[in-house]
């Protein structure tokens, strides 16, 4: 459907957002619930201004123009902050950063930000090089002609033990390493029943047991039994960890981490940090062993590099292709495929629409991405499009896999860095290919994950 441009509605119209009608009380909850992802795409197509629907008694607003998205990232608070999405996830991660609003928000990024510039995550990166090489060269004894590999399982242990390691200092033995990435993904999961059940259950049942589900409790267990152990593991070796610098951080005016923020912040990081880098590096060897083409330009950029070194993130930056490849596979598969926002009373108009007062507004990467007005054949991938002289995008916030504004995701430079460098090395050393017959897709959670564990044929790669 051909999406309504605002010359295409008449004076009065363009005054407020285009309604969408639902079901009777449940409005949009039973699309959303069953295909949120379609579902949103196919508001999108009504307007390209803010598209109003209910869920359940809630009103809520898809913001998918780039325009509408640069309003609501940049102008922020108070117009703009965390809502009843965000509260549902305090369970699991406490009052950690990415929960904050207001004055606490502006504190603890103050006193975080120094550990996450560019020039700061390149202490982690010989971390990064080491697993890195481990997995190259456990890869290095399989059948030089061929094997498969679960590269789900794959991907998903070679982030967790660069996290545990960044974070803790240690080296998790595999049975808690299984269990870890089980938690995480059964929390994944069970996030998008507790989303959905968050606007049912209002008030005071908005965080209850009711809401939260036996499911996401049991594997937040599991979750914390393992982040608690480590956090004492760490503390009795005193090593110089992360979870040791959240301990050390002091503002000029002497402000520090109180011991339960330290654990809050840990855990939301070691989450965040696996389950979305995971995913996005599971899609991207999705899209190395769908291109061999584009697997043979990454293999050939990275030669150029030292043979025993992956590079570090300024030559990273020097991997241009690589580089390129990463953000069109962050296009198509967002991790972060949604993010939500709560209009305040004081909310100016958005795209010159009134948005009503605690309304929930949404943007989503897996909408706005694939928009045809901002993007050639945007469902075809073409990591071209980032290229230096590219023309794409052709707006600032028809992309936007981290967010935008001064809530950009903190962690953005390590993500990109574990991503490019596991790409870049296992290009050079291995050919992939996909399973015949295996058909891969779209999974919501709390981030964007494919339907199944994906299965790669892996081979040697060849001097060229």
């Known amino acids: 459907m051909k999406r309504t441009s605002e010359n295409a509605r008449s004076s009065s119209e363009r005054d407020r957002p285009y309604f969408i009608k639902g079901w009777p009380f449940l409005g949009q909850l039973p699309a959303l619930a069953n295909d949120l992802i379609g579902s949103l795409r196919r508001f999108a197509e009504r307007d390209d201004r803010p598209v109003e629907f209910k869920i359940m008694t809630s009103n809520a607003y898809l913001v998918s123009s780039p325009d509408g998205v640069k309003e609501v990232l940049t102008r922020g608070e108070p117009d703009f902050t965390k809502g009843i999405l965000t509260s549902s996830m305090k369970a699991a991660f406490g009052d950690s950063l990415a929960l904050e609003n207001g004055d606490e928000w502006r504190r603890k990024r103050k006193l975080l930000q120094p550990l996450f510039l560019k020039k700061s995550v390149q202490a982690w990166r010989p971390i990064i090089n080491s697993n890195v090489d481990l997995l190259v060269e456990r890869w290095s004894h399989r059948d030089a002609e061929g094997s498969v590999v679960n590269i789900s399982t794959e991907a998903n ?110 855990t939301a990081f070691f989450f965040a940090g696996l389950e979305t880098t995971a995913n996005a590096l599971v899609w991207a060897f999705y899209y190395l062993a769908s291109h061999p083409n584009f697997a043979d330009r990454i293999a050939a950029e990275a030669s150029q590099l030292s043979e025993s070194h992956l590079p570090d993130f300024d030559e990273a930056e020097r991997l241009p292709f690589t580089h390129a490849f990463v953000m069109e596979t962050l296009r ?123 299965q790669l044929i892996l081979r040697h790669r060849r001097p060229s």
């Open 157 to 266: 242990h070679l982030i967790l033990d660069i996290m545990t390691t960044i974070m803790f200092g240690e080296d998790m033995s595999s049975e808690r390493a299984q269990a870890a990435s089980e938690a995480v993904t059964s929390i994944n999961e069970a996030l998008f029943g507790v989303f959905c059940r968050s606007f049912v259950l209002r008030g005071s049942f908005q965080n209850s047991k009711l809401a939260q589900g036996k499911k996401f409790r049991n594997a937040l267990k599991k979750f914390n039994d393992i982040v608690d152990h480590s956090i004492t593991s760490s503390t009795a070796q005193a090593t110089s960890t992360l979870i040791d610098q959240f301990r050390l951080l002091k503002s000029s005016d002497g402000d520090q981490l109180c011991e339960k923020e330290v654990r809050d912040e840990a």
């Open 332 to 454: 198509l598969k967002p991790p972060a495929y949604a993010l939500e926002r709560r209009a305040s009373s004081e909310t100016k108009p958005v795209q010159g629409c009134p948005l009503r007062k605690n309304a929930t507004v949404i943007l989503s990467p897996a909408v706005t991405h694939r928009q045809t007005e901002y993007w050639e054949e945007p469902d075809k991938f073409c990591p071209d499009r980032f290229e230096s002289g590219s023309k794409s995008p052709q707006h600032q916030f028809a992309f936007f896999p981290f967010g935008g504004g001064a809530r950009k995701c903190i962690g953005m430079h390590l993500a990109l860095m574990e991503v490019i460098m596991t790409i870049a090395r296992c290009a050079q050393k291995f050919e992939f290919r996909l399973v015949d017959g295996q058909t891969v897709g779209d999974k919501v959670g709390v981030t964007l994950m494919p339907d199944r564990d994906i």
